[in-house]
């Protein structure tokens, strides 16, 4: 992997005359890059800035920066409202430009998709409206049952009530009840996908916009089945649908990490391992894994990154000791939902079975976090090396 110093960038700038070193890891963003140049600078974080060199060239602030010496630093040039303004109209002209060419050339097939799109969504609608009768029957039985668990609850025990709170106390999660199963056989629709929705799931290029959240929940469940994992691993259906509408229930509804994102990252491993035979290649229990860490991989996101998490010192860094907070925590969430025995879809596995389970779908989540992505991809480079050294050694000449 390389020394401990190469993996930091140091950079001097020229302010107001006097030399600053700047210090970062080849890890960081350009926009924490910019920021500590706007600190060493003494203007506001969201200062847009220039970096010039000794000839006066533009220097491209990003963590490849060609390194520089005191004898040589970078000038920092801040720029000022009127440089942003003549830039940003330039741009705002040829983005104009681009998508007028683009229009003309594409209005054909643009309208085509609209109106499919369109057809498509009056034929779900269509299919919905025959569905309202029975589930609002369905919701009335849920209330009604509802009520007389929370009556049961009342009539109970100081000593049980005293159990349920400190069992409460330990959730990770904020809204407890979203860990209970809503209903006794989940009644979102059971869509039958057609066999071109079907074909189109295993292609990378499927649309994940045009899909509702019971659909969503629907293409999900049909990938478990249709890789035999479902029959393979004797999963329970219902609990198979327990399990992804407890899943649903705990995706926040954030602008990105939501439960839509949930399902294109699935449906994207879904289509690698059907384009990429990856079943031939790997255990049912490894393609198990791989797709249960997609549908888990960003539980309970809250919006902000780990960086937020760490400056502000929020309740996940501080109990994760600001490592990969919100990746620790989408797995804490992950199996404190299978903890609920309703919806365990690895109840028949063997405690060992089980560990290995764990372990690998920890693996690949803590994986995600974005600050391990070079330190991950160089291991990847090398094991690729390792193996063509390998095989060009044990291949006839």
Not at 255 to 268: E, G
Not at 308 to 325: F, G
Request: some cysteine; glycine content about 2%.
């Amino acid at each position: 992997m390389g020394s401990a110093s190469s993996s930091y960038r140091v950079i001097h700038l020229d302010v107001d005359g006097r030399i600053q070193k700047v210090v970062f890891s080849r890890f960081c963003s350009p926009c924490d890059i910019k920021e500590l140049f706007c600190t060493a600078l003494g203007v506001p974080r969201n200062t847009n800035l220039s970096l010039l060199d000794s000839s006066g060239a533009m220097v491209s602030i990003d963590p490849t920066m060609p390194h520089n010496t005191e004898r040589l630093p970078y000038r920092v040039v801040p720029m000022t409202g009127g440089q942003l303004a003549d830039k940003e109209e330039l741009f705002q002209n040829v983005l104009t430009q681009v998508a007028e060419q683009f229009s003309r050339a594409f209005k054909i097939n643009e309208l085509k998709t609209e109106v499919t799109n369109r057809l498509a969504m009056l034929e779900k609608r269509v299919e919905l409206e025959g569905m309202k009768v029975v589930e609002i029957d369905k919701c009335r039985k849920d209330i009604k049952k509802l009520r007389e668990e929370m009556a049961s609850r009342n009539n109970s025990s100081s000593d049980d009530k005293t159990k349920v709170h400190h069992q409460s106390s330990v959730n990770f999660l904020e809204d407890t009840k979203k860990l209970t199963p809503r209903r006794d056989v989940p009644s979102y629709p059971k869509y039958m996908l057609s066999e071109q929705t079907i074909d189109a799931l295993k292609k990378p290029a499927f649309d994940v916009w045009l899909w509702e959240a019971n659909e969503m929940l629907s293409c999900l469940e049909h990938m478990y089945h249709d890789l035999g994992l479902v029959k393979e691993f004797n999963i329970n259906p219902i609990t198979l649908k327990r399990w992804l509408l407890c899943i649903h229930d705990n995706y926040k509804n954030n602008p990105f990490h939501n439960f839509r994102h949930c399902f294109c990252v699935t449906q994207m491993m879904y289509s690698m391992i059907c384009l990429c035979s990856l079943q031939e290649k790997f255990t049912q229990v490894e393609i198990l894994i791989l797709m249960t860490a997609a549908v888990c991989h960003d539980l309970d996101h809250p919006g902000f990154n780990n960086t937020y998490q760490v400056n502000a010192k929020t309740e996940l860094a501080v109990r994760y000791n600001d490592i990969s907070p919100l990746e620790n925590h989408h797995c804490a969430v992950a199996f404190q939902i299978f903890s609920q025995p309703d919806c365990n879809i690895f109840s028949n596995f063997d405690p060992e079975a089980f560990k290995l389970i764990r372990q690998g779908t920890i693996t690949l989540i803590l994986a995600t976090d974005m600050a391990r992505h070079g330190e991950i991809l160089d291991s990847f480079k090398q094991k690729v090396d390792k193996l063509t050294t390998q095989m060009k050694s044990t291949s006839p000449v």
